[in-house]
């Protein structure tokens, strides 16, 4: 079966397109982070990266009401970016 330059052409130019199209969903997933309501959120793996301390002191932070959280339904704590920003400036 042989196809001419015209059809092949046109074939490779919607399957460029089509990647060009997976790119973009591709890039919009991995940029895009935990939201609410539009504000970003920190579970504990970012925070102890971002502050340098361990699970226990987010856990102590909590029990103090240091820092606000949120416990959704799988168990996790996740941080308003906004509360973690005042916290650091407060200790600073």
Same mark, same amino acid.
């Given at each position: 079966?042989?196809?001419? =330059? ?7 130019? %919607? +399957? !460029?397109? =089509?990647?060009?199209? !997976?790119?973009?969903?591709?890039? %919009? !997933?991995? *940029? /895009? =982070?935990?939201?609410l309501?539009g504000?970003?959120l920190l579970?504990? /793996?970012d925070l +102890?990266?971002?502050?340098?301390v361990?699970?226990r *002191?987010? /856990?102590?932070? %909590? ?7 949120? @416990?959704?339904?799988?168990? %996790?704590?996740?941080? @308003?970016? *906004?509360?973690?920003h005042k916290?650091? !400036?407060? @200790?600073?």
């Amino acid at each position: 079966m042989n196809i001419d =330059r015209e059809n092949f052409e046109a074939w490779m130019e %919607r +399957m !460029l397109d =089509r990647f060009d199209m !997976l790119d973009k969903k591709i890039e %919009r !997933l991995t *940029t /895009q =982070r935990n939201c609410l309501d539009g504000e970003q959120l920190l579970d504990n /793996q970012d925070l +102890m990266f971002l502050l340098k301390v361990s699970t226990r *002191t987010l /856990q102590r932070y %909590r029990k103090k009401g240091i820092l606000p959280f949120f @416990k959704l339904d799988d168990g %996790r704590c996740y941080y @308003k970016a *906004t509360d973690v920003h005042k916290l650091i !400036l407060e @200790k600073l």
